[in-house]
T-cell receptor, first 111, second 114 residues
Framework: TQLLEQSPQFLSIQEGENLTVYCNSSSVFSSLQWYRQEPGEGPVLLVT?????EVKKLKRLTFQFGDARKDSSLHITAAQPGDTGLYLCAGPGTSYGKLTFGQGTILTVHP | NAGVTQTPKFRVLKTGQSMTLLCAQD?????MYWYRQDPGMGLRLIHYSVGEGTTAKGEVPDGYNVSRLKKQNFLLGLESAAPSQTSVYFC?????????????FGPGTRLTVL
């Protein structure tokens, strides 16, 4: 079973601060995804990283896939209250589009 | 397009009662999934379906049954609810894009079993 471990589990910061969330595994993944889930809603895909060493930017969010394709990170610059939510990393399972999810990082950005 | 919808949004059951959660998607996706989400445990796959008339067990299938009689609908049933099934349930459907499979989630059903 491929496991994904996220850290930290909780993050509480002030508006304007920077932060990084990590997603680690002992297994190699062909790709990794990051989802954001707002309170009372389902997760929504932010990005998919496919190539080892790949860096993708989405406005103030920067996603990186490790060279060995065993880990990924999400960096947020100048966090805003609207970034508050649960961030989940996910890797492809054995078949049929299944995903293995990390346990999530709950981010709270205070005004 | 409505995307993925789930009914009901909230439900309270007594131990031993039964209920069915309905998921519908209008994106013509072949694959559909049911997850449960519990604090600190991410999303765990209960059952999934790779097409109309087919279902398969996921990571935590015990106590649940599913059916996919129509491509757009995926039903999750609890025959005899237990307090351990108190959770938030999410349905998702997926398609294969350029970067692999992307899953689209419904808004969830919050179930409490007393």
């Amino acid at each position: 079973t491929q496991l994904l471990e996220q850290s930290p589990q909780f993050l509480s910061i002030q508006e304007g601060e920077n932060l990084t969330v990590y997603c680690n595994s002992s297994s190699v993944f062909s790709s990794l995804q990051w989802y954001r889930q707002e309170p009372g809603e389902g997760p929504v895909l932010l990005v998919t990283v496919v190539t080892g060493g790949e860096v993708k930017k989405l406005k103030r969010l920067t996603f990186q896939f490790g060279d060995a394709r065993k880990d990924s990170s999400l960096h947020i610059t100048a966090a805003q209250p609207g970034d508050t939510g649960l961030y989940l990393c996910a890797g492809p399972g054995t078949s049929y589009g299944k995903l293995t999810f990390g346990q999530g990082t709950i981010l709270t950005v205070h005004p | 397009n409505a995307g993925v919808t789930q009914t009901p949004k909230f439900r309270v059951l007594k131990t031993g009662q039964s209920m069915t959660l309905l998921c519908a998607q209008d994106m013509n996706h072949e694959y559909m999934y049911w997850y449960r989400q519990d604090p600190g445990m991410g999303l765990r796959l209960i059952h999934y379906s790779v097409g109309e008339g087919t279902t398969a067990k996921g990571e935590v299938p015990d106590g649940y049954n599913v059916s996919r009689l129509k491509k757009q609908n995926f039903l999750l049933g609890l025959e005899s609810a237990a307090p351990s099934q108190t959770s938030v349930y999410f349905c998702a459907s997926s398609y294969k894009g350029a970067g692999g499979y992307e899953q689209f989630f419904g808004p969830g059903t919050r179930l409490t079993v007393l």
